[in-house]
């Protein structure tokens, strides 16, 4: 584990959903409310043809402080939440009891899922910003295979390769390689969830490009049974400038020729921000 990557995830457990944040907004959760954004729901509709996850096993990976698990369980499964940070899944129970519902938190690192969870889950759900701290992708996979049920399936959600490239639209900065080359370690302040946050940090993230994903799920023994690269998405995933609000209420990322706004943003084609992936774990 990057100890730096492990203290800036606790920090960021303790802080994100304290009202402070434009992302986590706990007290619309506890109220009744979704946090899950259509991209998830439309994912998770597509894995379960339309049925939905009431009365599935569902494994909620890397699920950070567990608004989507609440959400999970709501829709009737029987949900297990796995982070590496405690701090994380503390606020987890927390919410869960606010919530009244049951999840099971498990503290584990997802390159070395426990073994008695092999075969228990019907899905395991993953998504938005969990690939970047992971080294070892095959590790990563294996394990999500490992946990699946036969025809069990992984949905995940993440941001595409092509987005976490870029530090800024314009003038264009590259800051992080498409395909994996190791880690690069950053430092900075706040919170994709509040810039301003108090919050300072060093991280090491590593780039995972689309085929490298995809190969190392198939390695793993899932068969791909979807597949979308996202030109547009409904939310701002890093607070940051690159992806723009455009008048249809959808975030995308324009180069060239004028680039992003007003009149001129139909001249600029969007590039991908979000793809969907679903495998299905074979016999
Ligand atoms: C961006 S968050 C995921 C956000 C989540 N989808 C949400 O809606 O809040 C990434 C999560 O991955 C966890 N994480 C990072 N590296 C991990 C590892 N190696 N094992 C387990 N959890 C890890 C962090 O603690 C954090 O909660």
């Known amino acids: 584990m990057e100890?730096?990557?492990?203290?800036?995830?606790?920090?960021?457990?303790?802080?994100?959903g304290t009202g402070d944040d434009h992302m986590y907004d706990l007290d619309?959760?506890?109220a009744g409310g979704s946090l899950m954004g259509p991209e998830e729901q439309a994912a998770i509709d597509r894995a379960t043809q339309g049925r939905g996850v009431a009365d599935l096993d569902v494994l909620h990976l890397q699920c950070h402080i567990g608004c989507d698990s609440i959400t999970l369980a709501r829709?009737?499964?029987?949900?297990?939440?796995?982070?590496?940070?405690?701090?994380?899944?503390?606020?987890?129970?927390?919410?869960?009891?606010?919530?009244?519902?049951d999840v099971t938190t498990v503290k584990s690192d997802s390159r070395d899922l426990p073994r008695e969870l092999d075969g228990s889950f019907?899905?395991?759900?993953?998504?938005?910003?969990?690939?970047?701290?992971?080294?070892?992708?095959?590790?990563?996979?294996?394990?999500?295979?490992?946990?699946?049920?036969?025809?069990?399936t992984l949905v995940l959600v993440e941001l595409h390769p092509l987005l976490t490239m870029i530090d800024s639209v314009e003038p264009l900065v590259l800051d992080f390689p498409y395909a994996f080359d190791g880690g690069h370690v950053y430092s900075g302040t706040g919170s994709y969830a509040n810039r301003d946050a108090d919050i300072t940090w060093t991280t090491t993230q590593y780039a995972h490009g689309l085929a490298e994903v995809v190969m190392a799920a198939t390695r793993a023994g899932l068969t791909m049974t979807y597949l979308e690269e996202h030109t547009s998405m409904s939310f701002d995933p890093r607070g940051m400038e690159e992806t723009v609000e455009e008048l249809?209420?959808?975030?995308?990322?324009?180069?060239?020729?004028?680039?992003?706004?007003?009149?001129?943003?139909?001249?600029?084609?969007p590039l991908p921000v979000l793809f969907t992936y679903l495998g299905v774990r074979e016999p």
């Open 28 to 30: 619309a959760l506890i």
């Open 75 to 101: 829709l009737g499964a029987r949900v297990t939440g796995v982070d590496f940070s405690p701090t994380a899944l503390a606020r987890l129970d927390d919410l869960a009891r606010q919530c009244g519902v």
């Open 122 to 152: 019907d899905l395991v759900y993953a998504t938005i910003g969990v690939l970047c701290w992971i080294d070892d992708l095959d590790a990563w996979m294996s394990g999500v295979a490992r946990v699946l049920r036969t025809a069990g």
């Open 248 to 269: 249809d209420g959808q975030y995308r990322m324009r180069i060239g020729l004028g680039a992003v706004h007003g009149e001129t943003q139909d001249r600029a084609f």
């Open 3 to 16: 100890e730096s990557s492990y203290t800036h995830w606790e920090q960021l457990a303790a802080f994100h």
